[in-house]
Structure formats: structure tokens, C-alpha cells
């Protein structure tokens, strides 16, 4: 992430003056002829050029390429959760690693391009002698989050009165103390909600934008910065509450729609990648949960002007495999039948087998991450149902799609003359499986599935519970939740 890397020191051997630096042959680039050199670079040499960029290969990246390409400023438009700030910061990997800026300078200004009249007055008198150094591209990112109180001075600059005191004067430059935007000189930098920024502190970009100067307090100062300007905004406020100044607007070079994932198999890329997973996860599970964040994003019930972030479905992720856990540290360890096996003795014991999620365990994602969606105000009190409903309605579709086609009479035989199989968030493995026996069939759904022919415990009960709801959701088995929360599969009166 930018700024991780500030206790980075550069590589011995650089130049460490300026006589040096131009015997090296080094050349003067702008940050946008940077960027270019660099992405050109790797389009060439066949690279990666957005790493951990999931989703956007046909669509906003070719986009943002052409911006960049161009020597444009943007500004991507996308609801919360589309990976908008992430892509911004991940711009910075096409900047040179490392690069020379004047010892000491604020504005990280270059040797061969000074741009305060201190530095200039330094150049002249040490010449070849300027003491250099090295900044790292982590360095050279600068990001704001828009509030209604952001001042002109947090972006631009102020007066410092300490250096009035000092005993300079008030026309002197060098009383500036410089804001975000002009310490970011020669770097990226980035504004996160623009449309949040009061009107007339968008007035105050007007000139970064366009003359690539700042105007502090009525000073005649003129500092052309160097720099890429990138925002971030919901396209709500941008288009329709008219809250971003029509003459910003037409300062920025590229305007870039963001969006959700498009296809099924996007949505579970971006969870394998995200999610921070405590537990095992089965591939099944992690379907029902990225079907589930898709079908709540496309209700008619949901707000779709908020959008339902992709943090929903991570944040989704996370809660069942901590389910699993929790189901592991509140049981005990298991000695579990191999699949196929009534005897438990039969299976060698595991003192901490590793947790493994199943579809029940997706359940309590409907209250808890209820507050991560908007939905319309005619809905209010039944968000709860409405999750509940748009869940079983996803693992549903998973079962159709995983498990089409095969012979699951074995299950239903389970529960005929009145028997019942019971599960839940609290069963551990050896119990449910102790239950089940041997199942026809059920090697055939472990195939299908992806777990192949060698489960451990773990695994098969997630998987003889998937086909246990997916029956119950095509109406062939029955199923109640009983007092002490466990879940009872049984035949159909």
C-alpha cells in the first residue's frame, strides 16, 4: 500500500549529486510522460500492469490505460465497493521505482526541474555540488477523503505564522506551510467522494487541474506542479445532485464508469482474493455466497442507486468460516466416520481437525450484514426475510447448478419411516456423518462438488448438507428448526 514503504532506503550506487546524476545520463521526465514510459513498457513486454485488479480486464482498464496514455486527469464514477480506491493506488506500481528529488525539499522537486525560488537559489550556488536523493514510488502518492470540512488549506496551503514570527514577511514564499496537493509534487494524487468537497474548496482545484498552479492567500506565487490528479465518485452525486462545479468537471481528461462484477465466476475470483478465511471454505459454499451478494444487488428491494458493495459478499465469506470455527472450539474433537462408514473407530482421531464451513453456516450472514445494504423505505422491518429469502434462493441455484442430473434417491431414503437427520451450527462432523451411514451416491456428489474421492470429515458433512438443503429447497425433503436451534431434515407429510 502507498506510504508502506517509508523506512525503504535506496539501493547503494545511486547518484548522490547532480554532476552525477546527469553523468549518468538520467533524463527529466513529467509524472504523466512517467506513467506512460511505463505502462508502454509493460503492454510491450507483456506484464501485469493493475495487480489484484479483478473484474475490469475488458472494461474500465483498457479505459483508464487510454487516460493514462493520453496525460489525462480522471475522475471514475462507480457506487460503494467497485474497487475504485484500489485501482487508483494500485496506479502508483507504474511510476519509477525510484526517483531524484532536491535534498530536503518539501515538493519533492528534481534536480534538473526546480520549481521554489529556495531551491532555484540552491541550484545556482551549489551547481554540479546539489546534493540529491532518492524517493521511492510509495512515496509519491498522496489521497484525501473528501469532508464537508476540508479547507482550502488542507489541500492547497496556508500562511505559517511560526515563520511569520521567525521575522519574514508576509509576502515572502517561504511562509507557506504547503497542503496535500503541492507535497504530492511529482507524485499522484487523489481525491476520494469529490462531490463532499464544499463548493468552494472544488474552486480551489480549478487552477491545479488546468494551470498546474496554486494560489495561496492572494500570493503572487506560481508553482507549476507536477503531478495526476485522480477522483473518486458515486455517479448519484456526480449527475444528479449537481454537488461537483460544472468548470471541475470539464477540467478532468477521462470520466471512467466503474461496476460490479458481470459474471459469476468475477465475483468468486474477487472473494478468493479478499476474503481473510479462518476456516475452510468449500468451493459450494463460496458459490451460494457470491449468487447470494449478486441477487441482492439486482432486488427490487434494495436501493439500487447505493449499490451493494463487493464487501458484502467478502464480509459474507469471513462470517461463515468463522461460523466453522466457532463450531470447532465450542465441540469436541472428532473422531469421525470415513465417508461411507457407520463405526467411528474406523477413522483414525483428529484432535483439531481443520474447520470446515457448510451452507447452514451461511444463515446468520442475513443479520449480520444486514447494515451493509440500503433497501427501498417501503421495506423497512422485513430486511432479515427479504435476506433470508434472496439466500435460499442463491444456495438453490447452486444445488441446480452443482448437482443436476444426479441420482440423490440415497438421501431421501435417509429420512423414509420417519426418521430424521439433524444439523446445524452446533453439530460437529462426527455426529451428522454418524448419522448419515453409508449414502449411495454421495461419492458421486463429492465429485461434483470438488472434493473428490478422499474427504476429510469436514468436507463430507459439508457436503451431505448441501444436498440435505438443496432437497428440502426442490421440495423433496422437509425441514424445521427445533428449540435448541438444531436443524431437522425429514420426509415430506
Not at 119 to 148: F, N, Q, V
Not at 226 to 244: F, H, K, M, Q, W
Not at 250 to 266: K, M, N, Q, V, W
Not at 341 to 369: I, M, Y
Amino acid at each position: 500500500m502507498p506510504g508502506a514503504a517509508g523506512a525503504l532506503r535506496a539501493p547503494a550506487g545511486l547518484p548522490g549529486t547532480l554532476g552525477a546524476l546527469r553523468a549518468a545520463g538520467h533524463r527529466y521526465r513529467t509524472v504523466k510522460q512517467e506513467l506512460r514510459d511505463n505502462l508502454l513498457a509493460r503492454m510491450r513486454g507483456g506484464e501485469p500492469r493493475f495487480a489484484g485488479i479483478v473484474g475490469y480486464d475488458d472494461t474500465v482498464l483498457p479505459e483508464v490505460e487510454r487516460a493514462l496514455l493520453a496525460g489525462h486527469d480522471m475522475v471514475l464514477l462507480g457506487e460503494r465497493g467497485q474497487g475504485k480506491t484500489r485501482l487508483i493506488r494500485s496506479l502508483v506500481t507504474l511510476l519509477d521505482e525510484w526517483t531524484p528529488v532536491i535534498a530536503g525539499s518539501v515538493l519533492n522537486e528534481h534536480p534538473l526541474h526546480p520549481v521554489t525560488p529556495a531551491s532555484r537559489a540552491l541550484l545556482a550556488e551549489a551547481g554540479d555540488d546539489l546534493p540529491i536523493g532518492w524517493l521511492h514510488r510509495s512515496m509519491r502518492y498522496g489521497e484525501k477523503l473528501a469532508t464537508p470540512d476540508t479547507s482550502v488549506g488542507d489541500l492547497i496551503g496556508d500562511v505559517d505564522p511560526i515563520r511569520l514570527a521567525q521575522g519574514r514577511t508576509l509576502g515572502d514564499p517561504e511562509t507557506i506551510h504547503f497542503g496535500l496537493v503541492p507535497r504530492t509534487n511529482r507524485g499522484i494524487f487523489a481525491v476520494n467522494e469529490l462531490p463532499d468537497l464544499a463548493e468552494r474548496i472544488q474552486v480551489a482545484l480549478l487552477n491545479v487541474l488546468e494551470e498546474r498552479d496554486i494560489q495561496v492567500r492572494g500570493y503572487q506565487l506560481r508553482l507549476p506542479l507536477d503531478l495526476l490528479l485522480v477522483a473518486s465518485a458515486n455517479p448519484e452525486d456526480y449527475t444528479n445532485r449537481g454537488r461537483i462545479i460544472t468548470p471541475l468537471k470539464d477540467r478532468f481528461g477521462a470520466e471512467i464508469r466503474t461496476h460490479y462484477p458481470t459474471e459469476l465466476e468475477l465475483e468468486l475470483a474477487l472473494i478468493r482474493q479478499e476474503a481473510d478465511l479462518v476456516a475452510e471454505v468449500p468451493e459450494h459454499v463460496l458459490e451460494v455466497l457470491a449468487r447470494f451478494a449478486r441477487a441482492v444487488r439486482e432486488s427490487p428491494s434494495v436501493d439500487p442507486r447505493s449499490g451493494v458493495s463487493a464487501r458484502f459478499a467478502i464480509a459474507a465469506a469471513e462470517t461463515v468460516a468463522a461460523a466453522a470455527l466457532r463450531r470447532a472450539g465450542l465441540t469436541a474433537a472428532e473422531r469421525s466416520p470415513r465417508p461411507g462408514s457407520a463405526d467411528p473407530a474406523d477413522a483414525p482421531a483428529e484432535s483439531h481437525p481443520v474447520p470446515v464451513a457448510r451452507v447452514g453456516d451461511a444463515v446468520p450472514v442475513t443479520s449480520t450484514l444486514r447494515g451493509k445494504v440500503e433497501f427501498e423505505s417501503g421495506e423497512e422491518g422485513r430486511e432479515v426475510e427479504i435476506l433470508g429469502h434472496l439466500l435460499r434462493t442463491a444456495t438453490a441455484e447452486t444445488f441446480r447448478a452443482r448437482l443436476a442430473g444426479l441420482d440423490l434417491s440415497g438421501f431421501t431414503a435417509l429420512v423414509e419411516q420417519g426418521r430424521a437427520i439433524e444439523t446445524g451450527e452446533l453439530v460437529p462432523s462426527a455426529e451428522l456423518l454418524r448419522q448419515v451411514g453409508t449414502v449411495p451416491g454421495l461419492a458421486k456428489v463429492l465429485d461434483r462438488l470438488g472434493i473428490g474421492d478422499a474427504p476429510t470429515p469436514g468436507q463430507a458433512a459439508a457436503a451431505v448438507e448441501f444436498v440435505l438443503e438443496g432437497l428440502h429447497l426442490s421440495r423433496r425433503l422437509g425441514k424445521e428448526v427445533t428449540d435448541s436451534g438444531r436443524t431437522r431434515y425429514a420426509g415430506r407429510d
